[in-house]
């Protein structure tokens, strides 16, 4: 006899018949990742009076929300518009950040009571943990009837007749709309796998290339030396590489550089680009420069005056050749200096990689997808949501607003 094994709070009938002789269970939508996007969706589509089965193949539901924004979750950003993504077709955005707003997941939120703040930038986060919001999908998928499966392997999937055959740890499962929130690759460890992306192309639609992006740069050996020794320091900076420019905060690390700035920017930058760090945005270097001309004192402590911590501003003068006395600076020299603080050029040799990435740049491509309905143009009834798709935000609640905009698009059409 086979009954199915539920976990979860929002699964409470049986998937399975009791007999066990029905095993080709037909469902109007199965969701495939219960993870943000997913269990939006899954919601939506639910409350639609749609019968949803969600599947995850990890014991724990959601467990990116739960790490995310240092355990509160950053879970939308105020001002979320099209600019603040990246992705091969920039407009495809617009139509679902439209039709699910930040305000709309404000709402949500407030209707469950759960407490937030504005950190910074519009960066909204929870008061408590992120299991709120965890939770409060939850229930919401409860609610809407929705039901779950984690755990689940899925092995093959077809096309057939009525939709879509998965075969399945818990044996063939069918549905009229087959809905992909498998998320990216980064942090494999807690269940990342590569398994939209090949669904993707099972099916004939084709990805744009996937890197690690959000993510702390490494810098070359001698780099490395020289400013390994100040890990930890933090300064104001705006970042530049390609395209992208963001004042932030950079934070020196054993490898290399990482920051709010840097990981903006991580996104922008790629291999044999150079990172262009102005260190002193707010002034204007030459000028300051010019008015201590002659001073006895060390350019290392007069830049204490920009609170540059001693050690750091030590390590970095050696390195760009000015750790002297401001009066041992001719003019030249002081022109020279003002452009490297303003423009210093510096070439890291590669990221840290999926293991500390918060997100995969590229994905499904744009043009394969309805950006009114996120289904696949042609492929009646497959639909991609969330951070599987080439749409990758900026640091700061941009990708859950994305997920959540993407997996309400989806389910009021799946
Ligand atoms: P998500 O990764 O949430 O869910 C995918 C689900 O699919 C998972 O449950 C996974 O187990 C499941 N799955 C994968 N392969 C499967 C398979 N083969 N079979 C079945 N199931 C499978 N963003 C933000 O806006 N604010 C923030 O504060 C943060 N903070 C943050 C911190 C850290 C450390 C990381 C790594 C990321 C963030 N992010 C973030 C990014 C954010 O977490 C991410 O963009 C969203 O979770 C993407 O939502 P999805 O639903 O698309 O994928």
Same mark, same amino acid.
């Not at 949501?385 to 080439?390: F, Q, W």
């Given at each position: 006899?086979?009954?199915?094994?539920?976990?979860?709070?929002?699964?409470?009938?049986?998937?399975?018949?009791?007999?066990?002789?029905?095993?080709?269970?037909?469902?109007? %939508?199965?969701?495939?990742?219960? !993870?943000?996007?997913?269990?939006?969706?899954?919601?939506?589509?639910?409350?639609?009076?749609?019968? %949803?089965?969600?599947?995850?193949?990890?014991?724990?539901?959601?467990?990116?929300?739960?790490?995310?924004?240092?355990?509160?979750?950053?879970?939308?950003?105020?001002?979320?518009?099209?600019?603040?993504?990246?992705?091969?077709?920039?407009?495809?955005?617009?139509?679902?950040?439209?039709?699910?707003?930040?305000?709309?997941?404000?709402?949500?939120?407030?209707?469950?009571?759960?407490?937030?703040?504005?950190?910074?930038?519009?960066?909204?986060?929870?008061?408590?943990?992120?299991?709120?919001?965890?939770?409060?999908?939850?229930?919401?998928?409860?609610?809407?009837?929705?039901?779950?499966?984690?755990?689940?392997?899925?092995?093959?999937?077809?096309?057939?007749?009525?939709?879509?055959?998965?075969?399945?740890?818990?044996?063939?499962?069918?549905?009229?709309?087959?809905?992909?929130?498998? !998320?990216?690759?980064?942090?494999?460890?807690?269940?990342?796998?590569?398994?939209?992306?090949?669904?993707?192309?099972?099916?004939?639609?084709?990805?744009?290339?996937?890197?690690?992006?959000?993510?702390?740069?490494?810098?070359?050996?001698?780099?490395?030396?020289?400013?390994?020794?100040?890990?930890?320091?933090?300064?104001?900076?705006?970042?530049?590489?390609?395209?992208?420019?963001?004042?932030?905060?950079?934070?020196?690390?054993?490898?290399?550089?990482?920051?709010?700035?840097?990981?903006?920017?991580?996104?922008?930058?790629?291999?044999?680009?150079?990172?262009?760090?102005?260190?002193?945005?707010?002034?204007?270097?030459?000028?300051?420069?010019?008015?201590?001309?002659?001073?006895?004192?060390?350019?290392?402590?007069?830049?204490?005056?920009?609170?540059?911590?001693?050690?750091?501003?030590?390590?970095?003068?050696?390195?760009?050749?000015?750790?002297?006395?401001?009066?041992?600076?001719?003019?030249?020299?002081?022109?020279?200096?003002?452009?490297?603080?303003?423009?210093?050029?510096?070439?890291?040799?590669?990221?840290?990689?999926?293991?500390?990435?918060?997100?995969?740049?590229?994905?499904?491509?744009?043009?394969?997808?309805?950006?009114?309905?996120?289904?696949?143009?042609?492929?009646?009834?497959?639909?991609?949501?969330?951070? %599987?798709?080439?749409?990758?935000?900026?640091? !700061?609640?941009?990708?859950?607003?994305?997920?959540?905009?993407?997996?309400?698009?989806?389910?009021?059409?799946?």
């Amino acid at each position: 006899m086979l009954y199915a094994q539920f976990t979860g709070r929002c699964a409470d009938r049986p998937i399975v018949d009791r007999n066990g002789k029905d095993r080709n269970l037909q469902f109007d %939508v199965i969701v495939i990742g219960a !993870g943000a996007a997913g269990l939006m969706c899954a919601a939506t589509a639910g409350q639609r009076g749609r019968k %949803v089965l969600l599947l995850d193949h990890a014991a724990k539901l959601a467990e990116k929300i739960r790490i995310s924004g240092g355990g509160r979750c950053n879970f939308t950003n105020l001002y979320a518009k099209f600019d603040c993504y990246l992705s091969d077709n920039p407009h495809f955005c617009r139509s679902a950040l439209a039709q699910y707003t930040p305000q709309d997941f404000i709402a949500m939120v407030e209707r469950h009571g759960i407490a937030y703040h504005e950190k910074k930038l519009g960066q909204l986060f929870c008061d408590d943990g992120s299991e709120r919001i965890i939770a409060m999908l939850d229930e919401e998928c409860r609610q809407a009837g929705v039901e779950r499966r984690m755990e689940t392997t899925i092995s093959q999937v077809a096309r057939v007749e009525s939709g879509y055959a998965l075969q399945t740890s818990m044996g063939e499962l069918r549905a009229e709309s087959l809905v992909v929130a498998t !998320g990216g690759l980064s942090i494999p460890q807690i269940g990342a796998t590569p398994f939209g992306y090949q669904l993707a192309e099972q099916f004939g639609l084709p990805l744009t290339p996937l890197t690690p992006a959000l993510v702390p740069l490494t810098f070359h050996v001698e780099d490395a030396d020289t400013f390994s020794p100040l890990a930890g320091v933090s300064l104001d900076v705006e970042a530049r590489a390609g395209k992208g420019k963001f004042r932030e905060n950079v934070l020196f690390t054993h490898k290399g550089v990482s920051g709010p700035a840097i990981l903006q920017i991580s996104s922008y930058w790629q291999p044999g680009m150079e990172l262009t760090l102005n260190l002193l945005p707010d002034a204007d270097a030459e000028a300051w420069l010019e008015e201590r001309a002659g001073s006895e004192q060390l350019i290392s402590n007069a830049l204490g005056e920009f609170h540059w911590p001693k050690r750091f501003a030590e390590a970095w003068l050696d390195r760009e050749g000015f750790n002297k006395r401001l009066k041992d600076l001719g003019l030249k020299q002081r022109k020279q200096l003002a452009e490297s603080l303003h423009r210093w050029r510096v070439k890291p040799n590669g990221t840290q990689g999926y293991k500390k990435a918060e997100v995969t740049l590229g994905g499904v491509s744009t043009k394969a997808l309805s950006s009114k309905t996120m289904m696949a143009a042609d492929v009646p009834g497959l639909f991609f949501i969330g951070e %599987v798709v080439d749409v990758t935000g900026w640091l !700061g609640g941009y990708n859950f607003q994305w997920a959540w905009s993407s997996g309400y698009v989806a389910g009021m059409n799946c």
